[in-house]
């Protein structure tokens, strides 16, 4: 049986005993299988260990609704979407650096117990040893935010802040657009429509990092890019020519997106935006796009 894309319940050995693994089979090789389980957390089970297995449903059952989640959590999830060239773990945490192609891939996401006494000097330490200003991506407001506030981080003052992070759940999807494209590469024409791209090699290596991910565009006027990752599929980088804009090509750029992540198993989405940007508010809005949380960047003093 093939079971690339099939989801997948394994048990199998693991250290002195069992561990059972749910998910969906991203590869399967003769070294085991990768499998991506609901969150986007990424397994793999070696060849020789697996002690039983059996195909599960392709679409179970919707667990709990997207707004759910807490924004820890979510902070994980939106990291696999958009993942860097090096992350290292600091106890939950994760430092992450892509030779600084955008805040999210070159900031320390912070989440859970960092097993350390001295986070602040251990972010620290990460990026000045990679020629990074040290930065860290933080919910707003929450226990860590003003632990580092007191520590003397202060926002960033080159870039945006922060952001908001929406919600919805992925019902009643509208259908793709016939002319939209979606490839599983970012090409030259796509990347010169994104417009944050400095080193093309590295921006590929953060866009194209997650093992489903598209490119959507329509013509050469608007683009977009969606990735999905366990259930979760994550909108960004909805750009439309000047000269095209009013026409709904966005609109039709996200009916696409949202179309293809269904296709491809996710029930809930997520994307990122500047709090002010009202009209990427107003575009999301309809398709049922809630805020969740907001996260700020800051910087060591």
Known sequence: MDLVGRRVSVRHRSGDGARDVVGRVLSAEPDGLRIERRDGELAFVPAGTVLAM??????????????????EDLTRVTSRGWPATASVPLGAWELRAASGFTGR??????????????????VVDFYRARDLRPLVQIV????????FVEAGWVG??????????????????????????VADHATDGWLRHYGRVRDASTARAVLE??????????????????VVTGEWAGLAAVEVDPA????????????????????????????????DNHPAIALYAPFGFRTHHAYRYLTAP
């Open 156 to 181: 960033v003052t080159d870039q945006p802040p922060g952001a908001i992070v929406q919600v919805a759940d992925l019902r009643d999807v509208p259908a793709a657009d016939p002319e939209a494209i």
């Open 244 to 275: 095209h804009r009013r026409q709904g090509l966005a609109r039709r750029i996200v009916e696409t997106s949202l179309a293809w992540a269904a296709a491809h198993g996710a029930d809930k989405a997520y994307l990122q935006t500047m709090r």
């Open 54 to 71: 059996r195909v599960v449903p392709d679409r179970p059952a919707r667990t709990r609704p997207a707004a759910a989640i807490s924004a």
């Open 140 to 147: 707003e407001d929450s226990a860590w935010h003003l632990r």
């Open 209 to 226: 990092g997650p093992a489903t991910v598209g490119f959507v565009s329509i013509g050469d006027a608007a683009i977009g890019r969606v």
């Open 105 to 122: 891939a070159n900031s320390a996401a912070v989440h859970g117990d960092p097993g350390t006494d001295d986070p602040f000097g251990a």
